[in-house]
């Protein structure tokens, strides 16, 4: 809809402190912010995006945070396809989304994407005068990453992804933001809009770029404020160029943060402070944890502010202007009666701290990547000496957690079992989920068991269920 | 068995299974160009903790991650000690 009061992305350029000498780096091509306020990136006249819906589906990070900054405020909607989007899903959300042009780099072969009008994105910048548009309040859209088949898509407005951003002072020092995080997920997109709406620089990961460079190129450009999973961290922590960065803040979110890998940072980078933060692409960011301890004070739930949280069934709810404003081409709603997005974050009240306990519904997260336990178990259950089986997480140190199946094996395939078969089933049933599964929801470990618990209402007794 | 070569067996076995090329193990390998991902060290220290009956990593509040295979055999001998 037409918006006169609401900012676009691009109007923060104009009025940061630093926009002059602030710079968007990726692994390849720098672009100085202060260059795009006086031009364009994209191959066509923006104005010809005006009101509509454009995919952006570039190939790199750089040229997604160019088109999101040119095309908020004119197109009528932006969606942001995540690289590891599956590419037989792309019909199905171009439908959905009602795109009418998709942006691409210039060395995409995005075939499949079935839009009118293919526009390039690229890092020079050409000075071209800006038409005169009436601005817009775009709808940002993002996929979530915890469902089966097509992933959901969740709409946003600017102002709800930058609600939790406080804007600070005018200051002389300088900022460099990163995030191992891509910026076409919600954690990653948190610190590109803190950069440009602060003022500061961002260095972009790159998925085909080892950790080691990424960190040279961090330490090159002087990173003072980074953000990543814990599960992120742990790879830093583990790479011989740890210490190439020197960071004056840190921050975890998108998986629980273990008191484990808070330490670890806290004496790694010391003095620099190590925050976690809860965060959804639901629910948007909901509260930062200072005080270097895992979990949060119970003091947080009920208590009074702009975001307000309560427990519903041990599960974690939030009411908050950050939350998304709905699911495009969903009937599910995001939001229950009262206005809160039911996180499905379980949690348990130890004292004056709660925990956080794992998915419900078993939900497994894999450094950051959900598991259903059923679909996997679908996949055990086509062995034909398989009767039945239970996936289930196990706690892990690198990735949070592990895929682990608990297997009761048919009666004749049992006495096999016996007869030293054992090793060689477990092997079978592993190169079933091999050939089917990706490799992070193939179980690490089988374990075979006599019998399952099966509760009253017939189904599998699920921890957490 | 020595600490070592059973974690080094299991090191083999997890890259094999998950059909990654491993870097021979010498005692100054970086784990993070061993050809080993976050997910094979995940499988590996699951692996280990039953193995061994310990996970170094967290069990303890004060052990910083391995960068070397060394750092990695050094943290489970400490913990098995």
Same mark, same amino acid.
């Given at each position: 809809m037409p918006c006169s009061d609401q900012r676009a992305?691009? +109007?923060?350029?104009? +009025?940061?402190?630093?926009?002059?000498s602030a710079v968007l780096n990726g692994p390849d091509a720098q672009v100085p912010l202060g260059a795009l306020a006086q031009g364009s990136s994209l191959d066509v006249d923006v104005a010809r995006l005006a009101d509509q819906s454009v995919l952006i589906a570039t190939r790199d990070q750089l040229t997604t945070a160019l088109a999101l900054i040119e095309l908020d405020g004119v197109a009528r909607r932006l969606t942001l396809l995540p690289p590891d989007f599956p590419r037989g899903h792309v019909p199905a959300i171009v439908a959905k989304a009602e795109i009418d042009a998709a942006v691409v780099s210039e060395d995409t072969c995005e075939g499949n994407i079935a839009a009118a009008l293919?526009?390039?994105?690229?890092? &020079?910048? #050409?000075p071209v005068g800006r038409p005169r548009l009436d601005p817009r309040a775009t709808e940002w859209v993002m996929f979530t990453s915890g469902t089966t088949g097509v992933p959901k898509m969740v709409v946003h407005s600017l102002a709800g992804l930058t609600a939790a951003i406080a804007r600070r002072e005018r200051r002389s020092e300088t900022i460099v933001w990163s995030t191992f995080y891509d910026i076409r997920r919600y954690g990653g997109l948190q610190i590109l809009l803190r950069a440009i709406l602060d003022g500061g620089s961002m260095v972009l990961s790159d998925a085909h770029e080892p950790v080691a460079d990424f960190l040279l190129r961090l330490g090159r450009l002087g990173v003072t404020h980074i953000s990543g999973t814990p599960s992120h961290w742990r790879r830093a922590l583990m790479s011989p160029? #740890?210490?190439? *960065?020197? &960071?004056?803040?840190?921050?975890?979110?998108?998986? *629980?943060?273990?008191?484990? *890998?808070?330490?670890n940072l806290r004496s790694f980078y010391a003095p620099a402070p190590v925050v976690h933060a809860y965060a959804s692409t639901e629910a948007g960011v909901a509260f930062e944890v200072r005080d270097g301890l895992e979990g949060f004070p119970a003091s947080v739930i009920g208590a009074p502010g702009e975001v307000e949280m309560k427990v519903v069934g041990g599960t974690l709810r939030i009411?908050? &202007?950050?939350?998304?404003?709905?699911?495009l081409g969903e009937a599910a709603a995001l939001i229950d009666a009262d206005g809160f997005v039911d996180t499905g974050d379980m949690l348990q009240l130890r004292g004056e701290r709660y925990y956080f306990a794992g998915r419900r519904g078993g939900i497994i997260n894999v450094g950051g990547l959900k598991v259903h336990p059923e679909e996997v178990e679908a996949v055990i259950n086509?062995? &034909?000496q398989v009767r039945m089986s239970l996936v289930l997480p196990r706690k892990n140190p690198i990735t949070g957690a592990i895929v682990v199946a608990d297997v009761v094996l048919k009666a004749d395939a049992a006495t096999d079992n016996a007869a030293g078969r054992?090793?060689?089933l477990r092997s079978e049933i592993m190169e079933l989920c091999r050939a089917r599964l990706p490799q992070h929801k193939v179980p690490a470990m089988i374990r075979f068991v006599p019998s399952l618990n099966v509760a009253a209402s017939g189904k599998l007794e699920r921890p957490h269920a | 068995? $020595? $600490?070592?070569?059973?974690?080094?067996?299991?090191?083999?076995?997890?890259?094999s299974e998950q059909?990654? $090329? !491993?870097?021979? !193990?010498? @005692? @100054?390998?970086? !784990?993070?160009?061993?050809?080993l991902d976050s997910l094979c060290f995940a499988i590996l220290v699951a692996r280990l903790e039953d193995t061994l009956g310990v996970d170094p990593f967290t069990a303890s509040d004060d052990v910083s991650f391995p960068v070397t295979l060394a750092d990695f055999v050094k943290a489970y001998d400490n913990a098995v000690q």
């Amino acid at each position: 809809m037409p918006c006169s009061d609401q900012r676009a992305l691009r +109007d923060w350029l104009d +009025d940061t402190a630093n926009s002059d000498s602030a710079v968007l780096n990726g692994p390849d091509a720098q672009v100085p912010l202060g260059a795009l306020a006086q031009g364009s990136s994209l191959d066509v006249d923006v104005a010809r995006l005006a009101d509509q819906s454009v995919l952006i589906a570039t190939r790199d990070q750089l040229t997604t945070a160019l088109a999101l900054i040119e095309l908020d405020g004119v197109a009528r909607r932006l969606t942001l396809l995540p690289p590891d989007f599956p590419r037989g899903h792309v019909p199905a959300i171009v439908a959905k989304a009602e795109i009418d042009a998709a942006v691409v780099s210039e060395d995409t072969c995005e075939g499949n994407i079935a839009a009118a009008l293919k526009v390039i994105c690229r890092p &020079p910048i #050409a000075p071209v005068g800006r038409p005169r548009l009436d601005p817009r309040a775009t709808e940002w859209v993002m996929f979530t990453s915890g469902t089966t088949g097509v992933p959901k898509m969740v709409v946003h407005s600017l102002a709800g992804l930058t609600a939790a951003i406080a804007r600070r002072e005018r200051r002389s020092e300088t900022i460099v933001w990163s995030t191992f995080y891509d910026i076409r997920r919600y954690g990653g997109l948190q610190i590109l809009l803190r950069a440009i709406l602060d003022g500061g620089s961002m260095v972009l990961s790159d998925a085909h770029e080892p950790v080691a460079d990424f960190l040279l190129r961090l330490g090159r450009l002087g990173v003072t404020h980074i953000s990543g999973t814990p599960s992120h961290w742990r790879r830093a922590l583990m790479s011989p160029q #740890a210490r190439a *960065i020197a &960071p004056r803040s840190v921050r975890l979110s998108g998986e *629980i943060s273990d008191q484990a *890998i808070l330490d670890n940072l806290r004496s790694f980078y010391a003095p620099a402070p190590v925050v976690h933060a809860y965060a959804s692409t639901e629910a948007g960011v909901a509260f930062e944890v200072r005080d270097g301890l895992e979990g949060f004070p119970a003091s947080v739930i009920g208590a009074p502010g702009e975001v307000e949280m309560k427990v519903v069934g041990g599960t974690l709810r939030i009411l908050s &202007p950050r939350t998304a404003a709905r699911y495009l081409g969903e009937a599910a709603a995001l939001i229950d009666a009262d206005g809160f997005v039911d996180t499905g974050d379980m949690l348990q009240l130890r004292g004056e701290r709660y925990y956080f306990a794992g998915r419900r519904g078993g939900i497994i997260n894999v450094g950051g990547l959900k598991v259903h336990p059923e679909e996997v178990e679908a996949v055990i259950n086509r062995h &034909p000496q398989v009767r039945m089986s239970l996936v289930l997480p196990r706690k892990n140190p690198i990735t949070g957690a592990i895929v682990v199946a608990d297997v009761v094996l048919k009666a004749d395939a049992a006495t096999d079992n016996a007869a030293g078969r054992i090793g060689a089933l477990r092997s079978e049933i592993m190169e079933l989920c091999r050939a089917r599964l990706p490799q992070h929801k193939v179980p690490a470990m089988i374990r075979f068991v006599p019998s399952l618990n099966v509760a009253a209402s017939g189904k599998l007794e699920r921890p957490h269920a | 068995m $020595t $600490t070592k070569l059973i974690i080094s067996s299991e090191i083999e076995k997890v890259a094999s299974e998950q059909k990654v $090329t !491993l870097a021979p !193990l010498s @005692d @100054d390998l970086v !784990l993070l160009s061993s050809g080993l991902d976050s997910l094979c060290f995940a499988i590996l220290v699951a692996r280990l903790e039953d193995t061994l009956g310990v996970d170094p990593f967290t069990a303890s509040d004060d052990v910083s991650f391995p960068v070397t295979l060394a750092d990695f055999v050094k943290a489970y001998d400490n913990a098995v000690q």
